[in-house]
């Protein structure tokens, strides 16, 4: 296998895509490009510069989108022009080769998952409360783990707490993104199937963003990261060595992460130049 300088793998949320709302965190984007539609409704938007720099960068090396999204609603996102033969899904628990489930990796989580709180002890243990006026619903993530969509502003600051608790408890993972509170096991995490993916194509190096605690993992296992000046990471001001933070908020934020990853991935590859054209410090 010769490999690859560089793999670029990333989130997608509040990372490169945005919702309506997430695109006005920062400075408004002017005529973002859609790029998710649900129920015949645009939902998910992309800042159309970072758009088209993805695209030319997916062109030279591989670009693997990485979500917590299942792999339906991964599906739903469509981002043209980018180039990628690898995906990673369901925060890990799946990876997709040329949109086909690899069964190798999917037998690889069952090990990694075994031996703690079940799905179905989460959702027994979680019950009581997702019941409350404030939740709007529970969904299951190919029942491999569950997360709530709440009205934050009816949501009180306790509810939180005895979400943490009961996670805990469970010895999983509490994740809070915008409107959404994700409940997850210990042994499904992206950055074990980003380096998977990583060992399949030879990549001699790892690139990677992303705004959540489900994403610290993957950045500080990578040799370049860079995560946007919002979101739960941001909030909690986490850092680790060598980490970029863009100067820009909301929807602006992808052009500088897509800049960064560019940056990156020149100096990996013989004949280009030395120098960057990186705007982050």
């Known amino acids: 296998m010769s490999g690859v300088g560089l793999l670029v793998a990333s989130d997608l949320d509040r990372t490169l895509v945005y919702s309506a709302a997430a695109m006005q965190l920062g400075e408004a984007v002017a005529e973002p490009v859609c790029v998710e539609v649900y129920d015949g409704r645009p939902t998910s938007f992309m800042d159309p510069a970072a758009l088209e720099a993805l695209a030319a960068l997916s062109a030279r090396t591989p670009f693997v989108p990485v979500t917590t ?27 997709l080769d040329g949109g ?123 040799d370049h990261a860079v995560r946007p000046a919002h979101g739960e990471l941001h909030a909690q001001e986490w850092s680790a060595p060598g980490l970029r933070v863009t100067t820009a908020a909301g929807g602006r934020a992808a052009a500088e992460i897509v800049a960064a990853f560019d940056g990156w991935e020149r100096e990996a590859t013989p004949g280009w130049s030395t120098v960057s054209s990186d705007p982050l410090p």
């Open 100 to 222: 086909t489930p690899c069964p190798e990796w999917a037998a690889e989580v069952r090990r990694r998952t075994a031996g703690g709180a079940s799905y179905l002890d989460a959702t027994r243990a979680l019950r009581p409360v997702w019941e409350r006026p404030w939740v709007r619903k529970v969904r299951d993530a190919e029942e491999q783990f569950c997360y709530a969509v709440v009205e934050p502003a009816l949501t009180p600051a306790e509810w939180y707490d005895e979400l943490a608790e009961a996670t805990t408890a469970l010895g999983w993972v509490l994740s809070v993104q915008g409107r959404k509170a994700y409940v997850i096991p210990p042994g499904l995490t992206k950055e074990a199937a980003v380096a998977e993916v990583a060992r399949r194509t030879g990549a001699r190096a790892v690139a990677a963003a992303g705004d959540s605690w489900l994403d610290a993992g993957m950045l500080a296992a990578a």
């Open 69 to 95: 999204r299942t792999r339906e609603q991964f599906g739903r996102i469509v981002l043209r022009g980018v180039r990628s033969t690898h995906a990673v899904t369901t925060n890990g628990a799946v990876i």
